[in-house]
């Protein structure tokens, strides 16, 4: 696991050198769930998707809490969960 001040750097030199009107998606593996990412993220024009690890509390829009196991899709398949809430610990959602 990397802690986010590691990569904070890189995340604020990519926002300083990539042009205004790019879209940028961020996609990254369970390695970089943190929720100060989360948060600085969430402060950017950025569409990002996170790999979670299993036991991490996911809150769907529906209302339901899962954990990350829970929430696994089948082998050779991928599911995007939209507008979930994380890390309600650091006031996050």
Not at 10 to 21: C, F, H, S, T, Y
Request: charged share 15%; hydrophobic share 40%; glycine share 6%.
């Amino acid at each position: 696991m990397v802690g986010f001040e590691q990569y904070q750097p890189l995340l604020e030199r990519a926002k300083q050198v990539l042009p205004p009107d790019v879209q940028v998606t961020l996609l990254a593996d369970r390695g970089l769930e943190h929720a100060a990412l989360v948060r600085g993220l969430r402060q950017q024009p950025w569409s990002w998707a996170i790999r979670v690890k299993s036991d991490l509390s996911v809150t769907l829009t529906n209302g339901q809490t899962c954990s990350g196991a829970q929430l696994m899709p089948p082998p050779q398949q991928a599911y995007l969960y939209p507008d979930v809430q994380v890390f309600t610990d650091a006031g996050l959602h």
